[in-house]
Nanobody, 125 residues
């Protein structure tokens, strides 16, 4: 069982930066691939970024590639999302997630079993 809690969201002007954190409970955090997803009002949830258990492999949505960086610190049971050059279209609730199976990660939300409650990111123009 893994419980996830996000923090770091807020209001920022276009071009600004934010860093989201996702703290996990449980002793097996380093066995799970983890990812970030977001959902804007009236839209479906979409994939943002994912990272392997070791942190050695990452995947990104094309819309954030080159602007966002996902990372994790297994010693702290924490995953991060550094968001730079933010745009108004990045406005959404951002949620972190951990996969259903050990040692896997993907861009598909159906592969994730554990979810945080989400943190709001608002980018003003």
């Amino acid at each position: 069982q893994v419980q996830l809690v996000e923090s770091g969201g807020g209001l920022v002007q276009a071009g600004g930066s934010l860093r989201l954190s996702c703290v996990a409970s449980g002793r097996t955090f380093n066995f799970y691939g983890t990812g970030w997803f977001r959902q804007a009002p009236g839209k479906e949830r979409e994939f943002v970024a994912a990272i392997s258990t070791s942190g050695g492999s990452t995947i990104y949505a094309n819309s954030v590639k080159g602007r966002f960086t996902i990372s994790r610190d297994n010693a702290r049971n924490t995953m991060y999302l550094q968001m730079n050059s933010l745009k108004p279209e990045d406005t959404a609730v951002y949620s972190c997630a951990a996969t259903s199976t050990y040692f896997s990660f993907s861009a598909s939300s159906s592969d994730y079993r554990y979810w945080g409650q989400g943190t709001q990111v608002t980018v003003s123009s």
